[in-house]
């Protein structure tokens, strides 16, 4: 089985962020406070309570050089967590938003981080010595509608945005003063702060988690319409798939290498997708393990399907003697999956493991290595 160590935090988690040595996580049982859990004798203590957001947190992201944690809430601010000898102490983040902020992610040399908002804008944090603050630097006029997700792109310069409008945006967020610029010409750092570099139109619904892969080379997202979204050569031509699968629809996106893509969301179980010697995308499996009825097909048609659903019957199975009236949805997770973190080995770029948190309250542990039939996706 995948999933190799199952933890019941709280009622509900709304995000989760790991400690750059694995030892500790924070997550926010959803409310207006972050929790930071560390494994102590193979029991998992409470340390520390970070309160300063008055509504729910709704992103949390930990550095790993750094060891700051930064988080963002529906209360429009952000604050930057930084360890001073037993104590989290926080620090206030000028976002300049009139509406809540979503998502926060720091940039590769964790010099900036970004964060999406309901404003329609994302902002582009970065520290001031002189002041002892952190501003930021907004891309406006860009997005039609709320920023759902972000995704910095390795080179530390061109971000990934996802927005209920529909659309994945990519954009420069070049600062002065903070990133260095290249020599050479035709580089990132010729671009201007808040350049649009790629508007993508691919999906008709609501759009989230987007991701870039380990090389920069291909981002994904996922739309509400149950599809996912495969996008290379991003710039002037992009080539650009979707996958369009019969379940529901995902939230969260995790490239574990160039070729293989983890989804997760409102099935509870975490999707694999891989791409083959040509570059086609395909779904490959689910990665929990199901328990599906033994009596009927696997699959019934579209109509059964309903008819089903609506009389209480599982989705896979339905039979015809009696009405199956237990819940196969899933099967670690027992509600949405809304965030997935991975856990690198230190120095290593390669995952192999990573953990998932949701509704249900649960961060789970999932190792790749233990599925044979995906050694050949995961190089």
């Known amino acids: 089985m995948a999933a190799i160590a199952v933890h019941q935090f709280a009622q509900c988690i709304t995000c989760h962020a790991w400690s750059p040595d694995r ?29 300063k957001h008055d ?19 529906h209360d429009r601010n952000s604050y930057v967590w930084n360890q001073e000898g037993s104590e ?3 620090t206030l983040v000028i976002l300049r938003l009139n509406r809540a902020a979503f998502c926060v992610q720091w940039s590769p040399k964790e010099n900036k981080f970004a964060v999406g908002s309901g404003a329609k804008t994302v902002c582009i944090c970065y520290y001031e010595q002189e002041n002892n603050w952190w501003v930021s630097k907004l891309i406006r006029k860009r997005h039609d509608s709320s920023v759902t997700s972000v995704a910095w792109h390795p080179n530390n310069v061109f971000l990934a945005t996802t927005s209920t409008d529909g659309k994945c945006r990519v954009f420069s967020t070049f600062i002065k003063g903070v990133d260095i610029k290249e020599k050479k010409e035709g580089t990132s750092s010729d671009t201007k702060f808040g350049e649009q570099i790629l508007q993508l139109d ?11 892969s380990p090389g920069g080379n291909t981002l994904a997202y996922v739309g509400h319409n149950s599809m996912i979204y495969f996008v290379d050569d991003v ?16 939230r969260d996106v995790l490239f574990v290498s160039e070729k293989m893509v983890i989804g997760v969301g409102f099935d509870c179980n975490p999707m694999v997708f891989a791409a083959d010697e040509t570059g086609i995308w395909t779904f490959i499996k689910f990665l929990d393990e199901r328990k599906t009825s033994s009596s009927g097909p696997k699959y019934g048609s579209q109509f059964s399907e309903a008819f089903g659903k609506l009389y ?9 003697d009696a009405v199956e009236s237990s819940r196969t949805r899933g099967g670690t997770h027992v509600n949405c999956i809304n965030c997935i973190v991975p856990l690198r080995e230190a120095g290593s770029s390669r995952i192999t493991r990573f953990t998932t948190s949701g509704l ?4 789970v542990t999932w190792d790749l290595e233990s599925q044979e039939d995906l050694l050949n996706y995961h190089l």
């Open 360 to 363: 249900d309250g649960k961060i």
């Open 202 to 212: 691919l999906s008709f619904s609501w759009a989230f988690g987007v991701k870039w």
């Open 88 to 90: 989290w102490v926080p």
């Open 312 to 320: 209480g019957q599982s989705k896979y199975g339905v039979g015809n």
């Open 23 to 51: 030892a500790m996580v924070a997550f926010c049982p959803n409310n207006n406070e972050v929790h930071i859990y560390k494994l102590i004798q193979e029991k998992w203590e409470k340390l520390h309570v970070l309160q």
């Open 235 to 250: 710039g002037p031509s992009p080539l650009a798939q979707n996958v369009a699968f019969r379940d529901l629809p995902l």
């Open 55 to 73: 509504q729910i947190v709704s992103g949390i992201d930990w550095s790993v050089r750094s060891n700051r944690i930064v988080t963002v809430s």
